[in-house]
């Protein structure tokens, strides 16, 4: 590949001066906070471990600020934005900021969480997810592109810490378990509050994610309605949260103990694995 000139990085002036003139206010229903900070989208990029054979989706590109380091780092970006005035500026604030790289932008203008059929093959997720949407994006961006091997995502530190949570531990619960079974998946850094327009009232987390092959022998709706079920009410032993699922707490622990798993357990001492090994049990039973 040809070296290509290094982009001209937005700064916050500039992001408003476009938002201006396209007479465009962050709306709160999308969830948009726009990265400003220079410095911020190249760390970013640079901890996404971009080979230059990579083809990035990036989600929630907005006025482009992470999508111009990302062009001049991977072959390609497939930009997936929802809001129709970003989605048609981008490709022109590309052109004026890094006209040689232009051509490896693709926009394709979609919500993120049902888009399907994408152009190309995209092999990393990077994005700046919307807080309220980010846990349905990524899982359906994993079960729907099975080209993604790696990512890095930017969403709450809370969401963040959801995301990447081990068995056991506090925050883990449905999110944890339904990511796992998609992907190894950890705490790349933190991100403040301060380096957006407009400002959040928390701050941001960013989370590496790895694909991994999934349980062997297990499907992957069947595992996800026994996390559904073993999270409904975490106080629970697995018996009694499961009872609903398995047709009764009698039916439950018959499974339980065909999988090994100790009945008085709760769901959050379990990883992905023993989830597939109560669904493959229950395929038994």
């Given at each position: 590949?040809?070296?290509?000139?290094g982009?001209?990085?937005?700064?916050?002036?500039?992001?408003?001066?476009?938002?201006?003139?396209l007479?465009?206010?962050p709306?709160?229903?999308?969830?948009?906070n726009?990265?400003?900070?220079?410095?911020?989208?190249?760390?970013?990029?640079?901890?996404?471990?971009?080979?230059?054979?990579?083809?990035v989706?990036?989600?929630?590109?907005g006025?482009?600020?992470?999508?111009?380091?990302?062009?001049?780092?991977?072959?390609?970006?497939?930009?997936?934005?929802?809001?129709?005035?970003l989605?048609?500026?981008?490709?022109?604030?590309?052109?004026?900021?890094?006209?040689?790289?232009?051509?490896?932008?693709?926009?394709?203008?979609?919500?993120?969480?049902?888009?399907?059929?994408?152009?190309?093959?995209?092999?990393?997720l990077?994005?700046?997810?919307?807080?309220?949407?980010?846990?349905?994006?990524?899982?359906?961006?994993?079960?729907?592109?099975?080209?993604?091997?790696?990512?890095?995502?930017?969403?709450?530190?809370?969401?963040?810490?959801?995301?990447?949570?081990?068995?056991?531990?506090?925050?883990y619960?449905?999110?944890?378990?339904?990511?796992?079974?998609?992907?190894?998946?950890?705490?790349?850094?933190?991100?403040?509050?301060?380096?957006?327009?407009?400002?959040?009232?928390?701050?941001?987390?960013?989370?590496?994610?790895?694909?991994r092959?999934?349980?062997?022998?297990?499907?992957?709706?069947?595992?996800?309605?026994?996390?559904?079920?073993?999270?409904?009410?975490?106080?629970?032993?697995?018996?009694?949260?499961?009872?609903?699922?398995?047709?009764?707490?009698?039916?439950?622990?018959?499974?339980?103990?065909?999988?090994?798993?100790?009945?008085?357990?709760?769901?959050?001492?379990?990883?992905?694995?023993?989830?597939?090994?109560?669904?493959?049990?229950?395929?038994?039973?």
């Open positions: 590949m040809e070296a290509q000139a982009p001209r990085l937005l700064g916050p002036s500039e992001i408003r001066q476009i938002a201006d003139r007479g465009i206010r709306a709160k229903r999308l969830g948009q726009f990265v400003t900070d220079a410095g911020t989208v190249s760390r970013i990029t640079a901890l996404a471990g971009l080979d230059p054979a990579d083809v989706l990036e989600v929630g590109p006025f482009g600020s992470l999508t111009l380091p990302l062009l001049a780092a991977a072959r390609a970006v497939i930009a997936v934005e929802v809001d129709r005035a989605a048609g500026e981008l490709p022109r604030t590309v052109a004026s900021h890094a006209p040689g790289l232009a051509e490896r932008l693709r926009v394709v203008t979609a919500d993120a969480a049902r888009v399907r059929d994408l152009p190309g093959e995209p092999t990393a990077v994005a700046n997810l919307p807080y309220n949407v980010a846990v349905p994006v990524v899982l359906h961006l994993l079960a729907t592109v099975p080209s993604l091997r790696h990512g890095l995502v930017m969403v709450q530190a809370e969401v963040a810490d959801r995301m990447s949570a081990p068995p056991g531990s506090r925050t619960g449905v999110p944890s378990v339904k990511l796992a079974w998609f992907a190894q998946v950890r705490r790349a850094g933190q991100v403040p509050r301060s380096v957006f327009w407009p400002v959040p009232r928390v701050d941001s987390g960013l989370v590496a994610l790895t694909r092959e999934p349980p062997p022998d297990a499907e992957r709706e069947q595992v996800f309605a026994v996390v559904d079920a073993a999270f409904a009410q975490r106080r629970k032993t697995l018996r009694a949260a499961l009872a609903p699922w398995a047709g009764s707490a009698a039916a439950a622990e018959q499974v339980l103990r065909t999988a090994g798993i100790d009945p008085a357990l709760r769901g959050e001492s379990l990883g992905v694995a023993e989830f597939a090994r109560i669904a493959r049990a229950r395929r038994a039973t």
